[in-house]
């Protein structure tokens, strides 16, 4: 029985297509200057995510194992299609700032990583539960970069939130510094391989406490005393 | 009259890395000096500023990395960062565009690849590159030469400027030669230094700063902190390809001259590509790397987007590094010929 607990925390964190599987860094890195389009393409993966594993996993007795990639691969596109038309009808700025991501988002490997690597394999709902928390831990970390970079570059959060909420959302911009300066780096893709190397970095210092804090608490103090025996004088 | 009591070998103090980092801080003295008397008080003002803050970065990195503060800030070679990084910048670089660049120096380009030795790219550089691309405005915004300014601003003032007290006056900004040449459209080369004023004042100033690098580049040869491999295959290479072009279409060419007496060219054949970390280390190796940081400082500043190019020119060789040194591993002594790879 596929244990749902494990598959939701792998997905979030512990194996992350963003952090640990670096799978996606394509879109991941290109899109991410700010919290708007990382949300955008983040919503946009994690439905293509869940639609296909849910379909993946439907037809995966019925599909010959020498032909599973196209077949995976006809799935993912013709759910990013779907996703691209649906953008163009309602967000039609934001899919014209995304440009070509949201096409990409067929080759986008964690998509198909997922699909092969675990829909192929189980039950329906065990796999849209993998697509849904895959999904949500690499939009977490679009979010994180693209607030990162935002913040950084123009000294904002939130901005041009309307391109996908509609107008009620144009005043949600945050100005954290006011006359801020810029700093382009950020913005550009240099900023964000620098970025992603820190957020990878922060995860691994903090796996790293977390395992020294169960080691610490799976091994008994040393008793009073030592069991050595004394040869020295 | 004292006696030598001590056994062989009887020579100096070993160079130890505090030692040599001193002598080439000392070394860019000259320079440093040009710098101060052709453009006012910025650039030291800039050196100063920088090492305070590398020291700073630095010991914080240190302490973060719990690794004893003070033998690591001893070894002068964040200092050596910041003197290189403040003697590239623009003498009224604001104080936090600065800031950000020895934090990208110090922070990510050096301590967070293992600390000096342990770095692929030289950190001066690599900060150098990233205010460059973050902060054109600023990063190009050059003084021109006393000489032609005519007033010399004075310590006070200079630094009420860099620490954004009052804002940067108009005349404190001039192009460099090498952002006229740059800019020069469709002037031919005689037009441009017929017509553009002050071009001839400028390209004087920065031929003193180049002989003065070129005096502590001498020095350093002369101590043997240098080999002459780098320096030299630079030098030959952007002679040699400047004096083709320029041979080849002297009106829309810069001469090798003035490639060679501008921009950081003399800085980076002398101080900056020679950084024993990030250089090549076999003498081959180095002749091959020198050359082609020479060309592609002639391929960078003649086709590409930015009027000089010492400091990408260096990052993209220091990426060449490792497969250079794997390629020109010298002979052992014993050994027919060299044990080129990692086989056993």
Known sequence: MADYRKITLDGLWHNNPA???LLGLCPLLAVTGSVVNALGLGIATTL???ASNLCVSLVR????STVRLPAFVMIIASFVTCVELLMQAFTFDLYQILGIFIPLIVTNCAILGRADAFASKNPVLPAVLDGAMMGLGFSAVLLLLGGLREALGQ????????LLFGPAAAHWKLTLVGDYQGFLF?????GAFVGMGLIIALKNVIDQRLDQRRAARAT??????????RVTG | MTLIHTSSPHTGRPGHVGGVMRQVILATLPGLAALVWYFGWGPLVNVLWASVLALVFEAAVIKLRRRPVAFYLKDYSAVL???LLGLALPPYTPWWVTLVGMFVAIVLAKQLYGGLGQNPFNPAMVGYALLLIAFPVQMTQWAPPVSLSGDNPGLLATLKVIFELTPLPDAFTHATPLDTFKNKGALTQEELWAQVAGLKDSFGAWQAVSLAYLLGGLYLLVRRIITWHIPVAILFALFMVSGFFYGSDPSNFAPPLFHLTMGATMLGAFFIATDPATAATSNKGKLVYGFCIGLLIYIIRSWGNYPDAVAFAVLLMNLAVPFLDY???PRTYGHKKANKGIRG
Do not use: E
Request: glycine share 6%.
């Open chain 1, 19 to 21: 952090l640990v599987q």
């Open chain 1, 48 to 50: 293509v995510l869940i």
């Open chain 1, 61 to 64: 007795n019925l599909v010959p």
């Open chain 1, 155 to 162: 000294g904002t959060l939130f901005a041009d939130m309307q």
């Open chain 1, 186 to 190: 950020a913005i550009l893709p240099p």
């Open chain 1, 220 to 229: 008994p103090a040393v008793a009073s005393g030592s069991k050595r025996v």
């Open chain 2, 81 to 83: 960062t910041a003197v």
């Open chain 2, 327 to 329: 390629y020109t591993r």
